[in-house]
């Protein structure tokens, strides 16, 4: 039976400690010649377009997700009241609902544009990982908030018979 010495001071503890307390590798793809100072100042500028982006965005946001069907349904009692045509004014709302998606479209795609500038400029191979899973974050609110619109649309004209669920899911 060969008998082991306990761990002490010896250099695997001290190499696995050094591992620990090491400040992280950069995540982005980083060239050997750039001071991490520089990718530090892409980070900060990256998260500062993403959150600018997400406050213009948030207002687009909240009035897309507003068209919901009992907005709709509003929407065509008073243009009913008014005598106007309810036809006309929900396609109205639904029309400037489509347009704020278009323009939420656009500050993403600028966004889109400013990152992979500032990477470029840096002379990073890509994104750092954060504005990307940001990017993916928005892209992702701007889908669901497509879906709720047309959501809202088809449950105004048809009714929301199939919309419930009827059984749980394990998931």
Same mark, same amino acid.
């Given at each position: 039976?060969? =008998? =082991?010495r306990?761990?002490? #001071?010896?250099?695997?503890?001290?190499?696995?400690?050094?591992?620990?307390? $090491?400040?992280?590798?950069?995540?982005?793809?980083?060239p050997e010649?750039l001071?991490?100072s520089?990718?530090?100042?892409?980070v900060e500028?990256s998260?500062?377009?993403? /959150?600018?982006c997400t406050?213009r965005?948030?207002a687009? *946001?909240?009035k897309v997700l507003? !068209?919901?069907c009992?907005?709709? @349904?509003?929407i065509?009692?008073e243009?009913r009241r008014e005598? =106007? #045509?309810p036809?006309?004014?929900?396609d109205?709302a639904v029309?400037? $609902?489509?347009?704020?998606?278009?323009?939420? /479209?656009e500050?993403l795609a600028?966004?889109?544009?400013a990152l992979? *500038?500032?990477s470029? @400029?840096a002379?990073l191979?890509?994104l750092h990982?954060? !504005?990307?899973?940001?990017?993916?974050?928005?892209?992702?609110r701007?889908?669901?908030?497509?879906?709720?619109?047309l959501r809202?649309?088809?449950e105004?004209h048809?009714? #929301? $018979?199939?919309?419930q669920? =009827?059984?749980p899911?394990?998931w």
């Amino acid at each position: 039976m060969t =008998r =082991r010495r306990p761990l002490g #001071s010896g250099t695997a503890l001290r190499g696995a400690l050094d591992r620990l307390t $090491a400040p992280p590798a950069p995540t982005a793809r980083q060239p050997e010649w750039l001071p991490n100072s520089a990718l530090q100042d892409v980070v900060e500028a990256s998260r500062s377009l993403v /959150e600018a982006c997400t406050e213009r965005v948030a207002a687009l *946001e909240e009035k897309v997700l507003s !068209a919901d069907c009992d907005e709709l @349904r509003e929407i065509a009692s008073e243009a009913r009241r008014e005598g =106007r #045509s309810p036809v006309d004014a929900v396609d109205a709302a639904v029309r400037s $609902a489509l347009e704020d998606l278009g323009r939420w /479209e656009e500050e993403l795609a600028g966004l889109a544009a400013a990152l992979v *500038e500032r990477s470029t @400029r840096a002379g990073l191979a890509g994104l750092h990982p954060d !504005a990307v899973d940001a990017g993916k974050g928005l892209d992702e609110r701007l889908e669901w908030a497509r879906v709720e619109l047309l959501r809202a649309v088809a449950e105004y004209h048809h009714g #929301s $018979a199939g919309h419930q669920r =009827r059984t749980p899911r394990p998931w």
